[in-house]
């Protein structure tokens, strides 16, 4: 079993920058694949970021591409997703998730195949 919990979220500007943080409990987390997700109001919770179990892979959705950094810090169980160029329409509560299938290469990013998940953290960008 593994808890998830976010933090650092916030009220920013349009372009600029946040860092979210996922602290995990539990001595596997550095076998799960990590993954970043949000959801706005009113749309489908949706694919943002994920991370191999190494660190050594990753895999980003088209529109954060450039923008964003997923990494991890498995001596701290603590995965990250670094949010620069923020716009508007990356308002959204964004989840923290974790994959607990043996990666064979691919990361997922279907939401359903992630096991674990954190209670979300706020991110507002205004214009």
């Known amino acids: 079993q593994v808890q998830l919990v976010e933090s650092g979220g916030g009220l920013v500007q349009a372009g600029g920058s946040l860092r979210l943080s996922c602290a995990a409990s539990?001595?596997?987390?550095?076998?799960?694949?990590m993954g970043w997700f949000r959801q706005a109001p009113g749309k489908e919770r949706e694919f943002v970021a994920a991370?191999?179990?190494?660190?050594?892979?990753?895999r980003y959705a088209d529109s954060v591409k450039g923008r964003f950094t997923i990494s991890r810090f498995n001596a701290q169980n603590t995965a990250y997703l670094q949010m620069n160029g923020l716009k508007p329409e990356d308002t959204a509560v964004y989840y923290c998730?974790?994959?607990?299938?043996?990666?064979?290469?691919?990361?997922?990013?279907?939401?359903?195949?992630?096991?674990?998940w954190g209670q979300g953290t706020q991110v507002t960008v205004s214009s």
């Open positions: 998730a974790a994959d607990r299938n043996i990666y064979t290469g691919t990361i997922a990013s279907a939401a359903e195949s992630y096991e674990y």
């Open positions: 539990g001595r596997t987390f550095s076998r799960y694949t």
């Open positions: 991370v191999s179990w190494s660190g050594g892979t990753t």
